[in-house]
């Protein structure tokens, strides 16, 4: 099984940090494949980066080669359901993996994050996959930090006060370290928490597999159909090509 890990931020070392969170959970035989997108922001932040992430993200599936799944490996799943629409195989967005991962061990989960910016943006992520009613709240680290790819690193203490808090005062039964630089941080600080936490790449990772290994055909009637074949002008040619196709 090969399946795509796809950060459309353009930190390489952040992707580096998911790929060896993800490979250290595939099952034997899966290959896990990365893609960093070639511009846009360091970490998506804000609404107007989830929308140029997304739209890098979906030129990068439609130039990837062929895998049996994708991961879109930011927290707030830019392009996710657009990339359903376009693309035949399955593909996973790393906040949807971790909520519904979540979801299975506890009534409500709380989110811990590393910058006060993404807040707004992951509580529309949560209510956009309908979850709000799960979500026991977004709690995240206030101030700055040296790099993207040692947040975890240097913030750890804080962000372990963050998740307490979370489970003493806003009664979440699960945590979720969320945003792609806090990938790993939850297996390494597990036993220092009172309620299980799930990592959004082991989460994704795992659901992927078991997505693809359905063998899903491509929708050809509801939401999820492919849609009508329309030309372009300006777009990455294997973008275009993909919204032109009509096989």
């Given amino acids: 099984m090969r399946l795509l890990l796809l950060n459309p931020n353009t930190s390489r070392d952040v ?62 799943d830019p392009g996710l359901s657009g990339a359903r629409e376009l693309f035949d195989h399955p593909v996973i967005g790393l906040a949807e993996a971790a909520m519904l991962t979540a979801c299975t061990l506890g009534r409500r989960f709380g989110l811990v994050t590393f910058a006060r910016a993404l807040v707004p943006w992951y509580e529309e992520t949560v209510a956009a996959h309908g979850l709000e009613r799960r979500c026991a709240g977004v709690r995240a680290l206030e101030g700055r930090f040296s790099a993207l790819s040692a947040v975890q690193d240097e913030k750890e203490g804080q962000l372990l006060e963050l998740a307490r808090a979370m489970v003493e005062e806003d009664g979440a039964d699960v945590l979720i370290f969320a945003g792609a630089p806090l990938s790993g941080l939850g297996p390494r600080v597990r036993e220092r928490l009172p309620v299980p936490v799930v990592d959004q790449v082991v989460a994704a990772v795992k659901l992927a597999e078991a997505v693809a290994a359905q063998r899903p055909r491509k929708a050809t009637a509801g939401t999820f159909r492919r849609p009508d074949p329309k030309p372009s002008t300006g777009l990455a040619p294997a973008l275009a090509a993909r919204i032109g196709r009509t096989d």
């Fill in 15 to 76: 992707t580096e940090l998911m790929r060896a969170t993800a490979a250290a959970v595939a099952a034997p035989g899966t290959e896990i494949l990365t893609a960093t997108a070639p511009r846009g922001v360091p970490y998506i932040a804000t609404r107007a980066e989830a929308q140029i992430g997304g739209a890098i993200a979906l030129e990068m599936l439609a130039e990837a080669a062929p895998v049996d799944a994708a991961i879109i490996a930011a927290f707030g």
